[in-house]
């Protein structure tokens, strides 16, 4: 590749560097088929400005560049400056990316972009909803809606006046949050969903924000939020909430721990669609507190890769044993721990209450700052964040967090709870 760009010409190489099909990231194209909404969500600099900006100077400049494909535009934003430093003007803006004889020039006291071609596109800002009655369009760039002050009204307007042409069509582009409007669009059938990651777009980042931001942020809500451009939402009747699980965060464990235990939820079984087998590490401070040290879950849940990664756990943190429930086969785990690493023991719990009235007390040692996760979990804080009386939303099994309900309540509310450093 590097061989073939040293041969081309000044003409070719500029040529190239307008070739937004070249240069795109697979997230960045317009989806191909039939499709009235595409809803792009990234990360913080994932390029959707840029996916923004290419999409509709595409749109309103054709290859032909003789008349407009989409003559009336609507670009709508947080505010009127967004719209302006953001959208137009950005340094991935509509101005940026369209060669200059194409470029079309932004008249600031009317809010609108005139294209040589006859295209025009006009500025909205989500503070004023109302400027949205009256114009009609072809296209529309919807920029970080997830932000909009008045979401729904704005969007609302805006639909009413997408009626040009035989096919209007609309770009979100957004770093999501759980807003309904947000939520409403992801479940359409004529939308379309992109999703894209910071680290996507890394060749065009700074090497120190991906090593300090993404290295602080990584696993935590705000980072799978901002940076992998995920949708994060707390369920109304869960037992945890995301906002108690980020406040329960911490760097290290303390140094001197009583107790280090191993939970395993086993699963009935071992084919590629069972449930995980859940493996939760969990420490007893001297300070009564419980520290959840690491969740090495496995799926497919084959019994010699859940009992090596168990036993690897077990030596690593020096812990005291390994907890099985009964009830999913906690017979078999001794006897595949026994087959594996004699040395290791195991101690058998059984259910006799429902999963949810098992976790309620662990969940009520959250509340009150008795648990602790060292660094992040975020397929076990999934579960906890989703776990209802009626279980996940998803149906499945919370093996994590049955294992992690075993290893607290083992360390915070059995018989040894009581903190006695090790040794004495």
């Known amino acids: 590749m590097e061989t073939a760009l040293r041969s081309l010409s000044p003409a070719e190489m500029k040529r190239l560097l307008n070739d937004w099909a070249f240069l795109a990231?697979?997230?960045?194209l317009a989806p191909v088929g039939d499709w009235s909404l595409w809803l792009l969500m990234g990360g913080r600099g994932a390029g959707k400005t840029r996916a923004g900006a290419e999409w509709?100077?595409?749109?309103?400049?054709?290859?032909?560049?003789?008349?407009?494909?989409?003559?009336?535009?609507?670009?709508?934003?947080?505010?009127?400056?967004?719209?302006?430093?953001?959208?137009?003007?950005?340094?991935?803006?509509?101005?940026?990316?369209?060669?200059?004889?194409?470029?079309?020039?932004?008249?600031?006291?009317?809010?609108?972009?005139?294209?040589?071609?006859?295209?025009?596109?006009?500025?909205?800002?989500?503070?004023?909803?109302?400027?949205?009655?009256?114009?009609?369009?072809?296209?529309?760039w919807c920029d970080e809606l997830a932000k909009w002050r008045n979401a729904e009204e704005t969007f609302d307007m805006l639909q009413f006046g997408l009626r040009l042409g035989s096919r209007p069509r609309q770009l979100v582009t957004t770093t999501p949050r759980p807003i309904p409007l947000l939520k409403k669009l992801m479940g359409l059938g004529s939308t379309?969903?992109?999703?894209?990651?910071t680290k996507a777009n890394a060749f065009n980042l700074a090497p120190s924000f991906l090593e300090t931001v993404v290295a602080r942020y990584a696993g935590t809500r705000?980072?799978?939020?901002?940076?992998?451009?995920?949708?994060?939402?707390?369920?109304?009747?869960?037992?945890?909430?995301?906002?108690?699980?980020?406040?329960?965060?911490?760097?290290?464990?303390?140094?001197?721990?009583?107790?280090?235990?191993?939970?395993?939820?086993?699963?009935?079984?071992?084919?590629?669609?069972?449930?995980?087998?859940g493996i939760i590490a969990a420490g007893l401070g001297a300070d009564g507190r419980a520290y959840v040290l690491a969740d090495r879950s496995k799926r497919p849940a084959r019994p010699s890769d859940w009992a090596s990664a168990a036993i690897g756990l077990w030596h690593g943190l020096s812990a005291d044993c390994l907890i099985a429930e009964v009830n999913q086969g906690g017979d078999m785990v001794a006897e595949v721990i026994a087959k594996a690493d004699p040395s290791v023991p195991v101690k058998t719990v059984r259910a006799t209450r429902s999963k949810h009235a098992r976790a309620e007390p662990v969940a009520m040692l959250y509340d009150q700052g008795r648990v602790a996760h060292v660094g992040a979990f975020p397929e076990l804080e999934d579960e906890m964040a989703d776990f209802s009386p009626s279980g996940l939303s998803n149906g499945r099994s919370p093996d994590r967090l049955d294992a992690l309900v075993w290893a607290v309540s083992e360390l915070m509310l059995g018989p040894r709870a009581t903190p006695r450093v090790r040794g004495l």
């Open 222 to 277: 705000l980072g799978r939020q901002e940076l992998d451009g995920q949708l994060i939402e707390d369920r109304p009747d869960a037992l945890w909430s995301r906002e108690g699980l980020e406040a329960c965060r911490v760097g290290q464990p303390p140094a001197d721990l009583v107790r280090v235990v191993i939970a395993i939820d086993p699963p009935a079984s071992s084919t590629r669609t069972s449930d995980a087998c």
């Open 56 to 140: 509709t100077r595409a749109e309103a400049s054709p290859a032909s560049g003789r008349t407009p494909g989409c003559g009336r535009i609507a670009l709508v934003g947080e505010t009127y400056a967004d719209v302006r430093e953001v959208m137009i003007e950005g340094v991935s803006g509509l101005l940026s990316v369209h060669p200059r004889r194409d470029r079309p020039t932004w008249i600031a006291s009317r809010r609108r972009l005139e294209w040589p071609n006859g295209a025009v596109a006009q500025a909205f800002s989500s503070e004023d909803p109302e400027a949205l009655r009256g114009p009609q369009f072809d296209l529309a």
């Open 25 to 28: 990231h697979d997230h960045q």
């Open 192 to 197: 379309v969903i992109s999703h894209a990651p």
